[in-house]
């Protein structure tokens, strides 16, 4: 079982940045490909982002390439989110997930299996 707690996120203006990070618990991290997804009002959960088990590779929504990053420290099992140049568009509940199937690349939304509480991002205009 993983369980997953995030952090960050909150209230920035326009073009501003924020980072998430997302803490696991569990002796699987390290073989896990993790991701991040989001919900905004009205609107399907959307893949963001995915990093493979070993950090090798990435993938990102066309919507946020470019200035999004994902990153992962195996050592501290936690996951991060850069969000850079934020638009009011990014503006969403964003949850972290991990896969369910070990050594991943991260590219199979569906996939993931477990998930962090959610927390909401909110980018004014």
């Known amino acids: 079982q993983v369980q997953l707690v995030e952090s960050g996120g909150g209230l920035v203006q326009a073009g501003g940045s924020l980072r998430r990070s997302c803490a696991a618990s569990?002796?699987?991290?390290?073989?896990?490909?993790m991701g991040w997804f989001r919900q905004a009002p009205g609107k399907e959960r959307e893949f963001v982002t995915g990093?493979?088990?070993?950090?090798?590779?990435?993938y990102y929504a066309d919507s946020v390439k470019g200035r999004f990053t994902i990153s992962r420290d195996n050592a501290k099992n936690t996951v991060y989110l850069q969000m850079n140049s934020l638009k009011p568009e990014d503006t969403a509940v964003y949850y972290c997930?991990?896969?369910?199937?070990?050594?991943?690349?991260?590219?199979?939304?569906?996939?993931?299996?477990?998930w962090g509480q959610g927390t909401q991002v909110t980018v004014s205009s």
């Open positions: 569990g002796r699987t991290f390290s073989s896990q490909a």
């Open positions: 997930a991990a896969d369910r199937i070990p050594y991943g690349l991260g590219n199979r939304p569906d996939r993931y299996h477990y």
């Open positions: 990093i493979s088990w070993n950090g090798a590779s990435t």
